[in-house]
Structures are given as structure tokens and as C-alpha cells.
């Protein structure tokens, strides 16, 4: 369990977390979701202490984590891959943490194999490739065996068999009763492995809650084409139904079923070219929900919608352009 | 027929259950030993600085000319040539020491390591704990050893020297103590400044620089405050004293390391990681 209140991280004049409050309950995987610079990795590293809260406060099971007599067996937190000394073979990093707490030998052994840096354990990790850094990151908080894991971007560089080991195992971890927090920017992941989802954006807390409920907040639609569009339109215009053309032959139509529309283009003899029930992703609802919380927003195209706009002469190349929101 | 469904091994937590572990000061002072011993610049440091004290030893009996041998006692000739490895080697031991802490700020380390023991000062401490003692131990060895050789090349000069001889040792262990001293004002300079390059700079004007410039300035005050340096505190450790009594120069030394120490610690606690 790991609750956070009204949690603020300033650095200088800039608000990395502004106030946010949270809590991550045990036996379920939580997601942390949020553009990059949200503050997640922020608010990751306040719970275990890395970085001191400028307001608010965060425990994990009840106490600072600082406060904990056995911290790595409270707590396993992988915060950045390749957090250790790169002349440092993988083993001897290891030994060297479990040696804090009177971990024994045999359990380091065991999270090497556990997550399949068998091969090269013995290796300095100055040469590993961002994969193997991740993987000895989770072995190091998996050193513990703790009640809590906190994975920030953990299939970050991962290989696919690794990414499906992660997703296996940290729901395996939740099934056991214990805490999951993972912090992810890929919508789709989260979609797969969290039960729960907490959305951040310029370090606020947008949205709390299950998955289920956050995908279902984006509201589904059918995408109806037909040569004959213009007369299903009208015939489906009523008070609680919304109609958006999209194309000169096609329109979204949001409040009424699939059924009710293909009923609906019989009666009126129109054929149909398509009849498509669209549900929302995550991915949907995460765009909606952060819209104006990106903290860096990449314009594509934006200066080729411009220069299509001052004449057919100017030229169409499609240029990107990031712009920091600034507060 | 049977289809098998090979999907990624779902991985179990814990094969056996762990014994009770918790977080101690034991348990840190392992763990620092362990970093010390597993990264090669320790290795190769303490390797240098053996070989140097044996080296710049040797180079000084086999240089002295033969009216000196005579007109020395033998046990100043052998404590001399011993100790003066010293001199080079506070630079091999400061720059030693920055590494030991800024070595895990450059590479991240550092955020496994306070992850690990999050009260913070306990790794400042068992770090300058086992560094501490490993440059003492390492320092005594090089010493001792560059004595004994020291005292074959006299021998075959005609000079006889022994380690039975209770007057050498203060010497042969307050330079082993000082190597240990200023490699503990460096490491805290490092853990102060969190970055080698500044690390080593500090360390190395305060131990080289700012003593030759302040030579250069004759007033009676600025001779007082160069006899207060490290360095040349320390020459009262392995050289015949001077200015400061031995016990007196050891004070003075951690005075040094307090003043350096302190504000380390403080923002340890403070900063983050």
C-alpha cells in the first residue's frame, strides 16, 4: 500500500508534482500513465526517498519508507535501468546490495536466474545493452522479496520475450497479494498488464481509476458510409443522437447502436458500404484525458497546413516542430 | 496429439523463503567492502602506491652517496627512504578516494546504494570506514615492505638496519596513518563536490597548490597557516617532527576531515539524489 498526500516536488520555479494524492492498493497492478516530464518518475522517486518532497507526504505501508527497518524487503524499485557502478560486474552489484541487509548469497543467485541474467552475471555492466540494464534492475528489487514493487518504465528496451515476461510476472506479483506500481507512456502495455490506472499530466493526478472505467469513458460510435448518406442522417436525427460527417460519404454516429442504423437504411431502401461499431481504447481516452497536459507537444505538419494554405506554389514538406509547453 | 503452449516462464518470487533480513551497519560496511574490492581502479590504485613507496625507496638508498651513509644514523636512513613514497603517493591515495564516492554519483550507483540504505549516512560512513582502513592497511604493508627492501640494499652497503629498532616505528605507521588521513580528506571532498573532476582538483590544490603559492607569500601569518596544511601537518608524522607533535598532527588531520565531513554529510541528508 502506498499513499501518497497532496505531494509537491518543486524544482526552482518549476512544478514538477503539484499536490498530487494517490493511493496504490495491494493485489492489484496500478498504472502509472502520463506524457513524458508528468511527473512520474518524480513522484516514483519521493516514495522511496531518492528525492525529497518539497510539501506532502508519501508511506509506504503506513511509514516513510526510510523508516522501515527492512526497506528492501518493504520495497523493490527498479527507477532507472543501469543505476550502478559500470565497472561492477552484475553479480557483484548484487552482492553488494543484498550484503546491506544480510540478503544471502543463494537469493542472489536465484533473482540472476530469475530473470535471466545467468549468462552474464559475471560481466561488467558498463557493457550491457539498455535490456540487460533493465533486467538487472528488476533482479535488484526483486532482491528483497518485497511487498511492494515500483517498476518505472520497466519494458523500456526490453526484448518481446522480456516484455512478456514483465507482464506475467508483475501480474503474477499482484495475484499474490502484494503492491504493483508501474509507470508506463506506452498506452497499450498498460492497457495488457494494469488493473488500475492513475493518469498524470504537469504533475497532476487527472485521472484514478480502473481500467475498465477509463476506457469506458471514451464513448463509442458507429462509422456508417453509404452512397446515400445525406437521408440516413436525417432519418437518424433525434435529440440524443450525435452526428458528425467525416467525409462527403461517411459520418460517426454516437448514441444509437449498429442495429438501430442498418434497421433504419433498410427502411429507407439505401444501401450500406460500411457499418463499423468502434469501440474507445485506451489509448483514446489517455489522448482525451491529456490533451492539454503534454508537457512537450510535437506539432507535425503544422507548418505544412500553412504553407498549403498560402498557395498551391509554396512547398509541401511536412516539418515537426516541438514546442515546451511553458506554465 | 497434444499442442504444447510454450509461453514466456512466468517466474516464481522465491524458491525458498528468506531469513529474517534487516538493515544494519554490519551489513553496510560488507556492502562497502564489497564495492571497494569489485571495481578495478582500487585494484590498480593500491598497486601503484605499493609499488611506488617500494620504487622511490629504493631509488634514494642506491642514490645516497657514501659520505652521507656515514654520516647518518642508519635508522634515520632507512625511515627516510621508507616514508618519502608518501609524498607521491597522497596524490595516487586523493584521487583514490574521490573516486570511491563520485564513482557511483558519475554512474548512478549511487541511487541503488541510498535505495538500499535510505537513512543516507550510514553509507557515507561505512564508506569512509573501509576506505579508511583498507589505505591504512594497504599503507603499512607498502611501507613495511619498502623498509625491509630498503634495509637488503644497506646491507649490501655495509649499513645495518632492523625493524627491532623501537624508533622507526612511529615513523613507518604514522606514514601509513597519514596516506590514510589525506585519502579521507579527499574522499569527503568528493562526497561534497559529487563530481571527479572537481573532486580531484580540490583535492589536488588543496594538497599541491595551495601550499606552493602560499611560499611565495612572505608574511609571518601565511607561514603559520601553510605549517596547517595537510601536507605539511603530515610531514610531522613521517619525517621527524617539527612544528606539531605526532599526536598533535593526527588532530590536526581530523580537524580536517571534521571540516570537510560535516558539510558532506549535512548535504547528503539534504540533497537529492
Known amino acids: 500500500m502506498i499513499e501518497a498526500t497532496t505531494l509537491t516536488k518543486r524544482y526552482g520555479a518549476k512544478t514538477a508534482v503539484d499536490g498530487v494524492s494517490f493511493a496504490v492498493r495491494p493485489g492489484l497492478v496500478t498504472g502509472f500513465l502520463g506524457p513524458n516530464g508528468a511527473g512520474k518518475s518524480t513522484t516514483m522517486r519521493m516514495i522511496v526517498g531518492l528525492d525529497r518532497p518539497t510539501s506532502g507526504r508519501v508511506t509506504v505501508n503506513g511509514m516513510p519508507y526510510a523508516e522501515h527497518r527492512s526497506p528492501l524487503h518493504e520495497v523493490g524499485a527498479l527507477l532507472e535501468a543501469k543505476a550502478v557502478h559500470t565497472g561492477r560486474s552484475a553479480r557483484n552489484h548484487l552482492r553488494a546490495l543484498a550484503a546491506t541487509h544480510g540478503i544471502p548469497r543463494r537469493r542472489v543467485d536465484e533473482v540472476i536466474d530469475l530473470t535471466g541474467l545467468h549468462s552474464v552475471a559475471g560481466r561488467r555492466v558498463g557493457g550491457f545493452s539498455l535490456g540487460m540494464g533493465q533486467r538487472l534492475g528488476i533482479a535488484a528489487a526483486l532482491l528483497g522479496d518485497p511487498a511492494t514493487l515500483i517498476l518505472d518504465e520497466p519494458v523500456n528496451g526490453l526484448d518481446p520475450e522480456g516484455v512478456l515476461w514483465v507482464r506475467g510476472f508483475v501480474r503474477q506479483f499482484a495475484a499474490e497479494g502484494r503492491t504493483v506500481l508501474l509507470s508506463s507512456h506506452l498506452m497499450s502495455e498498460m492497457a495488457l498488464t494494469a488493473d488500475h490506472i492513475i493518469v498524470i499530466g504537469k504533475g497532476r493526478v487527472i485521472a484514478d481509476a480502473p481500467v475498465g472505467d477509463i476506457v469506458g469513458s471514451t464513448k463509442t460510435y458507429v462509422r456508417v458510409r453509404s452512397p446515400r448518406i445525406d437521408e440516413i442522417a436525417r432519418r437518424l436525427g433525434q435529440p440524443d443522437v450525435e452526428v458528425t460527417s467525416t467525409a462527403a460519404d461517411t459520418i460517426e454516429v454516437r448514441g444509437i447502436t449498429a442495429e438501430v442504423i442498418g434497421d433504419a437504411a433498410l427502411q429507407l431502401g439505401v444501401a450500406l458500404h460500411e457499418l463499423t461499431e468502434i469501440t474507445g481504447s485506451l489509448e483514446d481516452a489517455y489522448m482525451d484525458l491529456t490533451r492539454d497536459e503534454v508537457e512537450y507537444r510535437t506539432t507535425v505538419g503544422a507548418s505544412a497546413a500553412s504553407a498549403a494554405s498560402a498557395g498551391p506554389s509554396a512547398p509541401s514538406a511536412a516539418s515537426a516542430s516541438t514546442e515546451g509547453a511553458l506554465r | ?273
Open chain 2, 1 to 273: 496429439m497434444t499442442a504444447t503452449v510454450t509461453g514466456p516462464a512466468v517466474a516464481r518470487l522465491s524458491h525458498q523463503p528468506l531469513p529474517e533480513a534487516r538493515l544494519g551497519f554490519g551489513g553496510v560496511l560488507r556492502s562497502e567492502w564489497i564495492k571497494l574490492t569489485t571495481v578495478r581502479s582500487t585494484v590498480w590504485a593500491y598497486a601503484i602506491i605499493f609499488l611506488l613507496q617500494l620504487g622511490m625507496g629504493a631509488v634514494i638508498v642506491l642514490s645516497q652517496p657514501e659520505e652521507y651513509l656515514e654520516a647518518s644514523a642508519p635508522a634515520d636512513v632507512a625511515v627516510f627512504s621508507a616514508s618519502l613514497g608518501v609524498m607521491l603517493n597522497q596524490l595516487v591515495i586523493s584521487v583514490l578516494g574521490v573516486l570511491v564516492i563520485t564513482g557511483e554519483y558519475g554512474t548512478g550507483q549511487i541511487r541503488s546504494s541510498l535505495t538500499a540504505v535510505p537513512r543516507r549516512l550510514p553509507v557515507l560512513w561505512g564508506k569512509a570506514i573501509v576506505f579508511g582502513v583498507t589505505s591504512f592497511v594497504v599503507g603499512i604493508v607498502s611501507v613495511l615492505a619498502s623498509f625491509g627492501l630498503n634495509a637488503v640494499l644497506l646491507q649490501s652497503r655495509g649499513v645495518s638496519v632492523t625493524l627491532f629498532d623501537a624508533e622507526v616505528w612511529p615513523y613507518l605507521v604514522g606514514a601509513a596513518g597519514y596516506l590514510a588521513l589525506v585519502g579521507l580528506i579527499a574522499f569527503f571532498l568528493g562526497a561534497l563536490i559529487r563530481h571527479t573532476a572537481g573532486g580531484v582538483a580540490a583535492a589536488m590544490g588543496l594538497i599541491l597548490v595551495v601550499p606552493s603559492v602560499l611560499g611565495f607569500i612572505s608574511a609571518e601569518w601565511v607561514t603559520v597557516l601553510g605549517q596547517w596544511l595537510p601536507m605539511s601537518v603530515g610531514q610531522n608524522l613521517f619525517f621527524p617532527a617539527t612544528v606539531f607533535q605526532p599526536w598533535q598532527a593526527i588532530l590536526v588531520m581530523l580537524g580536517w576531515i571534521a571540516v570537510v565531513a560535516v558539510p558532506a554529510a549535512i548535504l547528503l541528508k539534504r540533497r537529492d539524489a
